[in-house]
Protein backbone atom coordinates (compact mmCIF):
# COMPACT_ATOMS: atom_id res chain seq x y z
CA UNK A 1 0.00 0.00 0.00
CA UNK A 2 3.31 2.29 0.70
CA UNK A 3 4.53 2.09 -2.44
CA UNK A 4 1.04 2.80 -3.95
CA UNK A 5 0.85 5.65 -2.55
CA UNK A 6 4.39 7.02 -2.92
CA UNK A 7 3.89 6.22 -6.74
CA UNK A 8 0.94 8.49 -6.68
CA UNK A 9 2.55 10.92 -4.79
CA UNK A 10 5.36 11.04 -7.12
CA UNK A 11 2.84 11.48 -10.25
CA UNK A 12 1.29 13.63 -8.76
CA UNK A 13 3.99 15.80 -7.34
CA UNK A 14 6.87 14.68 -9.77
CA UNK A 15 5.97 18.04 -12.35
CA UNK A 16 5.93 20.68 -9.67
CA UNK A 17 8.95 19.28 -8.26
CA UNK A 18 10.78 18.75 -11.68
CA UNK A 19 10.33 22.21 -12.20
CA UNK A 20 11.58 23.04 -8.73
CA UNK A 21 14.73 21.38 -9.84
CA UNK A 22 15.17 22.60 -13.09
CA UNK A 23 14.76 26.13 -11.86
CA UNK A 24 16.96 25.64 -8.92
CA UNK A 25 19.73 24.59 -11.79
CA UNK A 26 19.13 27.39 -13.73
CA UNK A 27 19.24 29.64 -10.55
CA UNK A 28 23.04 27.98 -10.28
CA UNK A 29 24.12 27.97 -14.05
CA UNK A 30 23.08 31.59 -13.97
CA UNK A 31 26.45 33.92 -15.28
CA UNK A 32 25.42 37.24 -14.46
CA UNK A 33 22.69 39.25 -12.01
CA UNK A 34 20.09 39.20 -14.78
CA UNK A 35 19.35 35.63 -15.02
CA UNK A 36 20.22 35.16 -11.18
CA UNK A 37 17.44 37.58 -10.77
CA UNK A 38 15.47 35.80 -13.53
CA UNK A 39 15.99 32.36 -11.97
CA UNK A 40 15.02 33.45 -8.99
CA UNK A 41 11.17 34.48 -9.89
CA UNK A 42 10.72 31.24 -11.37
CA UNK A 43 11.62 29.61 -8.86
CA UNK A 44 9.25 32.19 -6.74
CA UNK A 45 6.51 31.79 -9.44
CA UNK A 46 6.72 27.81 -8.79
CA UNK A 47 6.84 27.73 -5.30
CA UNK A 48 3.43 30.32 -5.63
CA UNK A 49 1.71 27.76 -7.56
CA UNK A 50 2.68 24.96 -5.35
CA UNK A 51 1.03 26.79 -2.56
CA UNK A 52 -1.77 27.47 -4.59
CA UNK A 53 -2.58 24.14 -6.09
CA UNK A 54 -1.92 23.14 -1.93
CA UNK A 55 -4.85 25.45 -1.16
CA UNK A 56 -7.10 24.81 -3.67
CA UNK A 57 -6.77 20.99 -2.06
CA UNK A 58 -7.48 22.13 1.41
CA UNK A 59 -10.45 24.01 0.21
CA UNK A 60 -11.81 21.32 -1.81
CA UNK A 61 -11.52 18.90 1.19
CA UNK A 62 -13.59 21.25 3.50
CA UNK A 63 -15.90 21.97 1.08
CA UNK A 64 -16.54 18.46 0.12
CA UNK A 65 -15.39 17.02 3.51
CA UNK A 66 -14.45 13.24 3.87
CA UNK A 67 -16.65 9.85 2.13
CA UNK A 68 -16.98 8.99 5.95
CA UNK A 69 -19.47 11.30 7.40
CA UNK A 70 -21.91 10.29 9.34
CA UNK A 71 -24.14 12.18 7.11
CA UNK A 72 -22.69 10.40 3.76
CA UNK A 73 -23.08 6.96 4.95
CA UNK A 74 -26.34 7.45 5.64
CA UNK A 75 -27.18 8.86 2.00
CA UNK A 76 -24.93 5.41 0.15
CA UNK A 77 -27.05 3.33 2.87
CA UNK A 78 -30.24 4.52 0.75
CA UNK A 79 -28.63 4.96 -2.34
CA UNK A 80 -27.59 1.36 -2.27
CA UNK A 81 -31.02 0.50 -1.14
CA UNK A 82 -33.07 2.49 -3.96
CA UNK A 83 -31.07 1.23 -6.40
CA UNK A 84 -31.12 -2.87 -5.71
CA UNK A 85 -34.84 -1.73 -5.44
CA UNK A 86 -34.70 -0.26 -9.18
CA UNK A 87 -31.79 -1.96 -10.83
CA UNK A 88 -32.22 -5.22 -9.60
CA UNK A 89 -35.23 -5.76 -8.66
CA UNK A 90 -37.70 -3.69 -11.00
CA UNK A 91 -35.30 -3.69 -14.13
CA UNK A 92 -33.81 -7.14 -14.23
CA UNK A 93 -36.44 -8.90 -12.35
CA UNK A 94 -34.30 -10.72 -10.12
CA UNK A 95 -35.32 -10.38 -6.86
CA UNK A 96 -38.05 -8.67 -4.38
CA UNK A 97 -37.42 -6.81 -1.22
CA UNK A 98 -39.91 -6.15 1.34
CA UNK A 99 -40.89 -2.46 1.41
CA UNK A 100 -39.84 -0.33 4.24
CA UNK A 101 -41.82 0.46 6.65
CA UNK A 102 -42.28 2.37 10.16
CA UNK A 103 -39.31 4.94 11.29
CA UNK A 104 -36.51 3.20 8.38
CA UNK A 105 -39.11 4.69 6.18
CA UNK A 106 -39.51 8.20 7.75
CA UNK A 107 -35.85 8.10 8.11
CA UNK A 108 -35.02 7.26 4.23
CA UNK A 109 -37.49 9.95 2.99
CA UNK A 110 -36.10 12.54 4.57
CA UNK A 111 -32.41 11.58 3.98
CA UNK A 112 -33.74 11.67 0.26
CA UNK A 113 -34.95 14.73 1.07
CA UNK A 114 -31.67 16.47 2.51
CA UNK A 115 -30.04 15.63 -0.14
CA UNK A 116 -31.77 17.01 -3.07
CA UNK A 117 -33.27 20.08 -0.71
CA UNK A 118 -29.58 20.93 0.77
CA UNK A 119 -28.28 21.86 -2.98
CA UNK A 120 -31.78 24.13 -3.52
CA UNK A 121 -31.41 25.62 -0.66
CA UNK A 122 -27.40 26.53 -1.23
CA UNK A 123 -28.47 27.59 -4.65
CA UNK A 124 -30.99 30.36 -3.56
CA UNK A 125 -28.74 31.09 -0.63
CA UNK A 126 -25.73 32.15 -3.11
CA UNK A 127 -28.42 34.16 -4.85
CA UNK A 128 -29.13 35.82 -1.77
CA UNK A 129 -25.91 36.27 -1.24
CA UNK A 130 -25.22 38.52 -4.34
Known amino acids: MTAIL ?3 ASLLSGPIVGAVIDGYKAKLAAGNDK ?6 LAQRELDVQRAEIEAQNA ?4 QIGKWYEPEKL ?8 VGKLLIFDK ?3 LGS ?5 GWIET ?9 FGKRTFEN ?7
Do not use: C, E, H, Q
Open 74 to 81: MGYAVAIY
Open 107 to 115: TANLIVAFY
Open 59 to 62: LRIA
Open 124 to 130: VAKIIKK
Open 91 to 93: VLG
Open 6 to 8: SWL
Open 35 to 40: DRIAAD
Open 97 to 101: TDPLS
